[in-house]
């Protein structure tokens, strides 16, 4: 050894050595070695910065067959131009996942249930529900029919080349960020990469998106109702609406008398099956699932418009978050071209237009969401159906093993029973395929024609096109339901029997589904309330789904009255902030107020009496009123419960008022068309047997003496109550938008923030509202206008990451530049063109 | 005023390997930008693990200096991330600096003792 080495050389060595091992051991095997991941300057979080600015580009992808010209205009809207339709939607694939890359993984996982795995131990629970339901299992049947009908199917056909398309784009861009570190920083933290998307995922998405519509346990709180309430319970769960509605698609008449006796013909369950249903309602947990049920949609025809062309209005209401659901964009090749709002994993606008028509949806919420429940004798190995014993399905998912009878998925078993769940969405549909045949299309025949083919998540598809016409149709698979032996069904509403004695028997003929085509009111409006009216001779469910149609009631009125209808008119009707509810309970209210000396009621009746009925957020009477109809709400139903020994027993199940507007309450509409009716009408019998003059004022001290308490000042009004919240999919609160207020409104407005858990608590928004306000107009679509309340990019360091919300929360509109040609869009408008070139 | 230079040679060298190395993105791997130099002109550990330091750190300035240069917002990406994981942003951006100089640091001292032995 050189005599210059000494032993302090040794120990310099040896701590430095020590000092590599240690960090490399803090990198490699435990968790802050993520946070050196993410600090690496090549490959860690900085790369996804170059994701967060639009540029000019030329860029070289795999599986294009010409080049694509992109443009991305003023408003961060992407307008894709290809020669052929495989081209289309390999580079809008590319462009969806340079834009969307995370919240893509993040709802494939969700669906299947695989959530846990990078999120953690807390979403195991959800995880298993949803391998329970069978999105994994359905979406590879959804794909395999396809690719078999694909030959000889030409929507089959299309499907194919859309899906295999628009997977290769995804993986292209997957392919390019990881060549240049440019994946979003969610997968560096949570340590993992994306899979390669296939056309199986859409199909997941789809699922996914059938589960937030049209997917519920009402059946389950039906039959549980029913076991504790008896026939009490057709009266609080009533079979049509006590109030008022507007049914579009007709059938107004009396109740038919068979399909009545139906929905009432509920199947009186043992103490054993109400605790398996308790059991599934408590384990009910789809993830990120927010609330539905408040969308609107509505058309008016050329007749009573000022541009005498049809004007089109859409607002679905979905939850709110961000990166926003809805991605916007134009996709255009030669004989084809659609704009309009993408879900992520779709490569077709799911609401928008073309040269020719122009169409949105609403959820119809009909038939028990869709979900029907059933008892059923199984053993290991079998299920008993129809006296005969057939074999169960088995499929072993993540280690999970899944049994399936014919009905659908055993979601609790116990013994010799099972309980079993037939969702429709578990049925064939190929939804991408019908709504690629729906933007191919030029007019009604096409439009309607194409939608025989939609079969679940049940929507309502509004229609107009500029040869001034319109129309709506609820589109999906509604089974007709029959007894072996010939008697009254029971009710598809509740749980039913399910060995063989009750049976789908068909479904209601595609042309006697809820429709209609140019009314001669022309007027079209479906926001959510039942379609058809009680004459309708097909069972489609009681009050327990629908919407209480205060909504379309608002709409209808307005349109019915108003010719010389302006694009700025429907813009304004949109933002509507008048209560139905309050317009019809306020007289009852204010005569039983009059009668009262206290000085709450007194206080309460100062303010409503010179109240206009809308729910403007500087108003302190709109506050008011809320917190009155809520109080009455507990009064009247919370008591109910408790007598007929509904609760505590099934404590858990706690429907709220407004929609669920309370926190951990959810909406049940029967109860708020019920209450509704008692406010409107005076009489609470035989759900509500006490005075009502009592009731309200009653429920006006207490609501006052709430509103004294969170605000001593007298300062509570309803923007207090009442805002809008972005959670990020993330959790974490910086990437997050809200509570904002500046627009009001309730549950039953137009304009509702799809309460669901969220206010009316001083800072608790609900997390949703109109999540695309879209107004098409068919006198020239090229000047339609529409935003959602989002932005283009998941990448919260981007300006299009929440650069829509300042603009839809002051209730403006853009316009959406939508050209056949790009040369027709001026440079003034864009602000970058990418080029994707075919590689190799 | 001869070490000023041998050790200005050091730093140079441990910017310039570092800088280059760190598109590998296997960042372990810049402990070679503080031993090359190291190796070849280092004779005490101090001046050393000062220069190759300073190396290492200038050269991830320069590497996220790229990424502003080409309109990265580096910062805001920090702050969110750090957001996300629960942590400050300019975590990872420290990180980011100190771990380069850090295996440089490493490097040089080994090659420092190496050149010692040889």
């Known amino acids: ?840 | 005023m001869r070490d000023f230079f041998r050790y200005l040679i050091v730093f140079v060298i441990t910017l310039i390997l570092g800088y280059i190395i760190l598109f590998s993105g296997i960042w372990v791997l810049t402990v070679i930008a503080g031993f090359i130099p190291s190796i070849i002109f280092s004779k005490k550990y101090l001046k050393a693990l000062i220069s190759s330091f300073s190396g290492g750190i200038i050269s991830s300035l320069l590497f996220l200096f790229n990424y502003i240069a080409l309109g990265g917002p580096i910062f805001k990406i920090a702050y969110f991330a750090g957001a996300v994981a629960g942590l400050p942003g300019s975590l990872f951006l420290i990180i980011s600096i100190l771990l380069t100089g850090i295996y440089c640091i490493i490097g040089s001292i080994i090659g420092t003792y190496i050149r010692k032995i040889i």
């Open chain 1, 1 to 840: 050894m050189n005599k210059g080495v000494k032993r302090k050389d040794h120990i310099v060595l040896g701590i430095a050595v020590l000092f590599l091992i240690f960090i490399l051991f803090l990198s490699y095997f435990t968790p802050i070695g993520v946070l050196f991941k993410a600090s690496n300057p090549d490959n860690g979080i900085y790369g996804y910065s170059l994701n967060a600015f639009v540029r000019s580009e030329t860029l070289n992808i795999k599986g294009l067959y010409n080049p694509v010209k992109i443009i991305i205009d003023k408003n961060g809207v992407y307008h894709i131009y290809a020669s052929n339709l495989h081209d289309l939607f390999l580079a809008f694939g590319f462009i969806q996942a340079e834009n969307r890359l995370f919240q893509l993984d993040l709802i494939r996982r969700a669906s299947i249930g695989n959530l846990s795995p990078i999120l953690g131990s807390s979403y195991q629970s959800s995880d298993l529900f949803q391998l329970k339901i069978g999105n994994l299992i359905t979406a590879e049947k959804d794909w395999n029919e396809t690719l078999i009908l694909a030959k000889t199917n030409k929507m089959a056909n299309q499907t194919v080349m859309m899906l295999e398309a628009y997977s290769q784009g995804v993986n292209d861009y997957i392919s390019y960020a990881e060549a240049h570190n440019e994946l979003p920083f969610e997968f560096v933290l949570l340590n993992y990469k994306p899979q390669p998307w296939t056309p199986i995922d859409t199909f997941l998405g789809q699922q996914y998106m059938a589960e937030s519509l049209e997917f519920g346990d009402d059946a389950l709180i039906l039959s549980l109702m029913y076991y504790k309430m008896g026939n009490l319970t057709n009266k609080v769960i009533q079979p049509f609406s006590p109030i008022p509605q507007v049914y579009y698609a007709g059938y107004n008449g009396n109740p038919n008398e068979t399909i009545t006796k139906e929905i009432e013909n509920i199947w009186p369950i043992n103490s054993s099956i109400a605790q398996m249903a308790y059991q599934l309602y408590n384990e009910w947990d789809p993830p990120f699932i927010n609330p539905h049920g408040h969308s609107n949609e509505f058309v008016v025809s050329g007749n009573k418009t000022s541009t005498t062309y049809p004007i089109l209005v859409g607002g679905p209401v979905l939850g709110f978050s961000l990166p926003f659901i809805w991605f916007e964009a134009q996709i255009e090749s030669p004989g084809f071209d659609a704009f309009g709002v993408f879900l992520p994993g779709l490569p077709i606008p799911v609401i928008g237009f073309n040269q020719y028509i122009a169409w949105t949806l609403t959820d119809v919420q009909s038939i028990s969401w869709g979900t029907y429940f059933f008892i059923q004798t199984v053993n290991n190995t079998d299920y008993y159906f129809n006296k005969t014993w057939y074999p169960i399905e088995h499929y072993y998912v993540n280690g999970v093993e899944l049994n399936w009878t014919n009905w659908g998925p055993i979601m609790i078993e116990k013994g010799n029973i099972a309980l079993v769940m037939d969702w429709l969405a578990n049925n064939y549909s190929n939804d991408p395929g019908v709504l690629l045949s729906i933007s191919q299309a030029h007019n009604w025949t096409e439009f309607y024609d194409a939608l025989q083919n939609w079969h679940a998540p049940y929507q309502n598809f509004a229609y107009a096109d500029i040869n001034k016409n319109i129309g709506d149709v609820s589109a999906g698979t509604y089974p007709v339901f029959s007894m072996y032996n010939n008697s009254l069904p029971y009710s598809p509403d509740a749980i039913m029997p399910g060995n063989g004695e009750e049976f789908i028997r068909g479904y209601i003929p595609y042309q006697k589904i809820p429709q209609v085509f140019n009314p001669s009111d022309g007027i079209i409006v479906s926001s959510n309330q039942r379609q058809v009216g009680p004459s309708y001779p097909y069972w489609y469910g009681n009050t327990m789904s629908f919407s209480p149609g205060t909504r379309a009631w608002v709409v209808y009125n307005y349109l019915l009255y108003h010719n010389n209808i302006s694009i700025q008119d429907m813009m304004n009707l949109q933002w509507n902030e008048t209560d139905l509810a309050a317009v019809w309970s306020m007289p009852t209210i204010i005569k039983a107020l009059e009668n009262s000396s206290n000085p709450y009621a007194k206080t309460a009746l100062s303010y409503l009496k010179s109240w206009n009925y809308i729910m403007s957020p500087d108003s302190k009477a709109a506050t008011i009123w809320f917190y009155i109809y809520s109080e009455a709400y507990f009064n009247v139903f919370y008591k109910l419960f408790n007598e007929t020994g509904f609760w505590p027993e099934f404590e858990n199940i706690r429907p709220g008022p407004a929609g669920g507007s309370w926190p951990n309450t959810f909406g049940l509409a029967s109860l708020d068309e019920d209450l509704i009716h008692i406010l409107s009408t005076g009489n609470g019998t035989p759900i509500y047997n006490g005075s009502i003059d009592s009731l309200i004022v009653n429920s006006t001290i207490s609501a006052m003496k709430l509103l004294e308490n969170y605000y001593p000042n007298g300062n509570y009004t309803w923007a207090n109550f009442y805002g809008f919240y972005w959670p990020s999919l993330t959790g974490a609160s910086a990437l997050s938008v809200g509570p904002l207020s500046g627009l009001g409104g309730d549950y039953f407005t137009i304009n509702d923030q799809s309460g669901g858990g969220g206010g009316p608590l001083p800072t608790s928004p609900g997390p949703g509202g109109q999540s695309w306000t879209f107004i098409a107009n068919l006198k020239n679509l090229s000047n339609s206008y529409g935003v959602y309340p989002g932005g283009q990019s998941e990448n919260p360091a981007s300006n299009y990451y929440d650069n829509y919300i300042p603009i839809w929360i002051k209730g403006e509109y853009l316009p959406l530049i939508f050209a056949s040609n790009p040369n027709n869009i001026s440079q003034s408008n864009i602000i970058a063109t990418i080029i994707l070139n075919p590689s190799g």
